[in-house]
């Protein structure tokens, strides 16, 4: 059974920097895309950014181009999530996601077959 654990949320002020962390446990995930959702209060969870398996090529959501970076370390299971000049619409719960099958990148929640428990992100003024 896969578990991913996310790490690294908080609350941080307008223009601060915040780094995700999720750890992928019970199997690799090596040859799988990654990827990162948010859900604000109220809202439907929508896509921040994706990552293929090598790393090679990166998707993100038009709100966070040239803010948010992903990345990946397949030797520690990792997937990170860079977040810089932070602003209070990027509040919520971030989860980390992986797909049911392999090289899949998933950038639509029909396509995640695995969720971690979420991450709180607090932007305040």
């Known amino acids: 059974q896969v578990q991913l654990v996310e790490s690294g949320g908080g609350t941080v002020q307008a223009g601060g920097s915040l780094r995700l962390s999720c750890a992928v446990a019970?199997?690799?995930?090596?040859?799988?895309?990654m990827a990162w959702f948010r859900q604000a209060p109220g809202k439907e969870r929508e896509f921040v950014a994706a990552?293929?398996?090598?790393?090679?090529?990166?998707e993100s959501a038009d709100s966070v181009k040239g803010r948010f970076a992903i990345s990946r370390d397949n030797a520690k299971n990792t997937v990170y999530l860079q977040m810089n000049s932070l602003k209070p619409e990027d509040t919520g719960v971030y989860y980390c996601?992986?797909?049911?099958?392999?090289?899949?990148?998933?950038?639509?929640?029909?396509?995640?077959?695995?969720w971690g428990q979420g991450t709180q992100v607090t932007v305040s003024l």
């Open positions: 996601a992986a797909p049911l099958e392999s090289f899949v990148i998933p950038i639509a929640t029909s396509q995640v077959r695995y």
């Open positions: 019970g199997r690799s995930l090596t040859f799988y895309g």
């Open positions: 990552i293929n398996w090598s790393g090679s090529s990166t």
